[in-house]
C-alpha cells in the first residue's frame, strides 16, 4: 500500500509539472524563461504567495485606517459643538484615542485657542509650540501656529520670545503684515516709538507698489503717523 501511494504520490507530480510546462510552451516564452521557472518553480510560489498577503494586508490596512480617520473626524465634529469644561475634555479625548491623525492635530490647536481665550497664556504658548515642532516649514498650519504662538507669549509679556515667531512670522507670503504688525506693536508698547517706526517703514519698503498690499499700506501708514504724533 505505501509503494503504491508514493507512485501515486510521484506521477501527480510529474503529472502537474507537465502541465505547467505545457502551459510555459503554449505561451511561446522564450527557453531560457522555461527553464528559469523549472528550476525556480517552488522560489516564485513562494514569492506569489507573499505578494498576494502584502496586498491583501495593506487593503485590510487601508480600510481600517479610512475607518480610524473617519470616527477621529466625527469626534471631532461633536467635541467642537460642546462647551466649556466639556469641550476640553471631549477634545482630550480625541488627542488621546485618535493621536496620529488630522482631526487629533486640530483638537490640540483648538485646545490652545482655549487656553488663549480663557487668559491661560503659558499653556496656550506651549501648546502652539509644541504643534510647531511637529511640523514642516512648508506646512500651511506652520504660519498659522507661528501667529497663535506669538500672541500668547505677547500677551504673556515675554516679548523676546514673541519677536521671535512674528520675525519668522513676517517670512511667510501673505503673513508680511501680521508680522510686521506684532513687531511694532511690542515696540510701542515698550514705549519705543522710533523703533516701532523703524518697523513699519520696513515693511512699507518690503511691500513696494504691490497693488494687492493697498490696504494694508493705508493701514500702516496710518499706524506711522499715530506714532509721530506720540513721539
Not at 60 to 76: I, M, Q, T
Amino acid at each position: 500500500m505505501t509503494s503504491e501511494s508514493a507512485f501515486n504520490k510521484r506521477l501527480t507530480e510529474e503529472t502537474n509539472m507537465e502541465k505547467v510546462e505545457g502551459l510555459l510552451e503554449h505561451l511561446n516564452l522564450p527557453p531560457k524563461v522555461i527553464d528559469f521557472i523549472r528550476n525556480y518553480q517552488r522560489q516564485i510560489q513562494i514569492a506569489l504567495v507573499l505578494i498576494v498577503v502584502v496586498v491583501v494586508s495593506l487593503s485590510l490596512y487601508n480600510s481600517y485606517r479610512k475607518g480610524v480617520v473617519e470616527d477621529a473626524a466625527s469626534a471631532l465634529s461633536t467635541a467642537l459643538q460642546n462647551t466649556g469644561d466639556e469641550k476640553v475634555l471631549s477634545l482630550t479625548q480625541v488627542v488621546s484615542e485618535y493621536g496620529n491623525t488630522t482631526s487629533a492635530q486640530w483638537a490640540k490647536i483648538e485646545l490652545a485657542h482655549f487656553d488663549m481665550k480663557n487668559g491661560e497664556y503659558a499653556a496656550a504658548a506651549e501648546k502652539y509650540q509644541v504643534e510647531l515642532s511637529n511640523l514642516d516649514e512648508s506646512d500651511p498650519l506652520y504660519p498659522l501656529l507661528l501667529f497663535g504662538a506669538g500672541q500668547a507669549l505677547e500677551a504673556e509679556k515675554k516679548y523676546g520670545a514673541a519677536v521671535d515667531q512674528y520675525d519668522l512670522l513676517k517670512e511667510f507670503k501673505g503673513y508680511g503684515n501680521i508680522g510686521y504688525t506684532g513687531l511694532a506693536r511690542i515696540e510701542e508698547t515698550q514705549g519705543n516709538f522710533e523703533k516701532a517706526e523703524t518697523v513699519y517703514n520696513n515693511f512699507l519698503l518690503s511691500i513696494g507698489d504691490d497693488p494687492s498690499a493697498a490696504q494694508a499700506k493705508t493701514d500702516i501708514e496710518a499706524r506711522i503717523a499715530q506714532l509721530k504724533a506720540k513721539m
